[in-house]
Each structure stands twice: as C-alpha cells, then as structure tokens.
C-alpha cells in the first residue's frame, strides 16, 4: 500500500489568507501556492479536483466521506484511492489501519514530512514526490 501527500494543494491556511486574496474573482500561481479571493476556498477548490480526476481517469463518481472522499478507481494496483483536504494524525492512522486491500491509496493533502509520522506500517510516502 502507498500513501500520497501533496504539498500546498488545499492548504486553507494559504487561500482563506485575506493577504492571499486578489481582487476580480481570479486565483493565481506562483510555484505550489495557489492565491484566491474569497469566493474560492479550499473546499470548493478540493471537490472540483476530485470530480475532475474521476472523470479524468473514467472512474466511478466520487463518494463523501466523514474524511473527505472516496473513489473507487478499479484498476489493477489502484482498485481505490481516499482523498483526505485536512488530514490529521488520528484519522489517517485510523484509515491506514482498516483498508487492508491492496491497490489502495490514500491523498493527503498535507506536506509529506507532516504526515509520515501518521502512516501505520505496510504505508509509505512514494520517493521521487507525490503522484497526482
């Protein structure tokens, strides 16, 4: 089993940020930060992305869960992969130890060296950086 982090990617901290917020609606990048108005928060931000990789990846619709959503993906080494925009240690401790099937993954969107510590063993954070 893996485990995905990915750094700056629904980070409400950075886009709820009133310094962060640009004027006229628009969001902009420089490097891993992302800077939006008001009208476009982590959460709107998060559920875009994850309907948008399903479709991408033709995969089933995903599925709210008290952790953020579930996908289930279906292929050979990815059967389903768990989204998590506000990991914590208990819960993703707690995740790691109930999915026991194989080809599943979990995307946490968190820097790796902050979640490392809450990865049960038989996890792992991927070397070479996150995978999308």
Request: one cysteine or more.
């Amino acid at each position: 089993m893996f485990a995905l982090s990915d750094q700056g990617a629904g980070d409400r901290r950075r886009l709820d940020d009133p310094a962060n917020r640009q004027p006229g609606g628009k969001c902009s990048r420089a490097g891993r930060e992302v800077r939006c108005n008001s009208w476009m928060d982590s959460s709107t931000i998060t559920a875009a992305w994850v309907a948008g990789w399903a479709v991408s990846r033709s995969a089933s619709a995903p599925v709210v869960e008290p952790w953020g959503y579930r996908i289930d993906v279906g292929l050979p080494g990815h059967v389903l992969r768990h989204i998590l925009p506000e990991p914590d240690g208990p819960s993703v401790r707690k995740l790691c130890e109930t999915i026991t099937e194989p080809g599943a993954w979990l995307k946490l969107l968190a820097p790796p060296e902050r979640v490392a510590g809450w990865l049960t063993p038989g996890w792992r954070v991927p070397r070479g950086g996150p995978a999308a």
